[in-house]
């Protein structure tokens, strides 16, 4: 079993910085593409950013500019630095990772972190 455990969610005014932790833990053979999604209310879940293993990354427009997502193979983590925060970025943000364990691939998620962006 694979668990991931975000960190780093809180209330920042606009303007402010917050930065996301992920880390994941199991049986990992590897992990494959690591992304940040969020869902704000009443709205679908949207992707944010993303990074391959090879550290290719992609952004939403929205996120582009202010967010960095970064990650560390070898602890099996991933970070979200937000800049430039706005009061459009109040939602839930989950980790995501598509992990193999062995020759099996499966998705999984984390149990989300609140991030609100107000004054």
């Known amino acids: 079993q694979v668990q991931l455990v975000e960190s780093g969610g809180g209330l920042v005014q606009p303007g402010g910085s917050l930065k996301l932790s992920c880390a994941a833990s199991g049986r990992i053979s590897s992990i494959n593409t690591m992304n940040w999604y969020r869902q704000a209310p009443g709205r679908q879940r949207e992707l944010v950013a993303s990074i391959t293993s090879d550290g290719t990354t992609n952004y939403a427009d929205s996120a582009k500019g202010r967010f960095t997502i970064s990650r560390d193979n070898a602890k099996n983590t991933v970070s979200l630095q937000m800049n430039s925060l706005r009061p459009e970025d109040t939602a839930v943000y989950y980790c995501?990772?598509?992990?193999?364990?062995?020759?099996?691939?499966?998705?999984?998620w984390g149990q989300g972190t609140q991030v609100t962006v107000s004054s």
């Open positions: 995501n990772a598509d992990v193999s364990i062995w020759s099996t691939r499966t998705n999984y």
